[in-house]
């Protein structure tokens, strides 16, 4: 259920704050509900019109043991999967009177697969497997330190952990070290990599560790607020190979005015994703279909 339509093209439409228990500091997500009938020309546009980082549209499932069916759109294409779009959109079907098969959890389905979302505290999703993970191969790993304007001394560890996106993870010595890195935007080329950083004083104004997210599509390049699915990348290979502790909340977006959280666990060998996630806007959007 994603709530009855109000009109001739008329569809509900939520606008949630991800990774922030107050709204307005984490990363926003639109919504689209019953999006059944609308094209791809359609979703594609929507997603570029709010130009927002991600857009999702949800649809009754094809798989019997999800509760939903989420296509996550950017402004420049679809995703298989998204972190902050997956607690997002849980929130916003279970806002709209979405009754999850199981009470203490939602099962998304989305191109990647099905995803678990726990429901408690806060949501968080079950991390899903890297699609691919190991060593980054030596000439791009050359052109990321580029990109990055970073010596290479100050990089403890760098590892693909593409969980869908395409993301590269880089480890640097300390929190303040991610914080001051200044991108060099004319050569992120197609890069899609996060760093992140412990704070020397685990707990600093409520975070253990910093992170940061670039993304560059050949044309345009960014930072993005708070990333669910970076992160999970993140814990998979730092928690899994035992130089972050398997419990940690990490800082995000404070180079981008923004000052997200993102709840870590590694529970029974499983990583857990999760954030306080917020309904800043609801009401309908008109779109053809």
Known sequence: MTGPRTGAGQRRFSQVDVFSAHGLRGNPLAVVHDADGLDEETL???????????????????DPAADYRVRIFTTGGELPFAGHPTLGSAHAWLEAGGTPGRPDVVVQECGLGLVTVRRGERLAFAAPPLIRAGDVEPARAREILAALDLDPARV?????????????????????????VEPVPALAGLLKVGLVGRWADPGTAGKDVEVRAFYGDGTDFGEDPVTGSLNAGLAQWLVGSGRLPDRYVAGQGVRRHRDGRVHVERRDGQVWVG???????????????
């Open 156 to 180: 403890r560890g760098m590892a693909w952990i593409d969980n869908g996106p395409g993301w590269i993870g880089l480890e640097l010595a300390s929190a303040e070290e991610v914080l001051a």
């Open 44 to 62: 594609a546009q929507f997603a570029r019109w709010t130009n927002l980082s991600e857009t999702t549209f949800l649809l009754p499932p094809t």
């Open 275 to 289: 954030g306080d996630t917020v309904t800043t806007v609801s009401g309908t959007v008109r779109l053809p279909g």
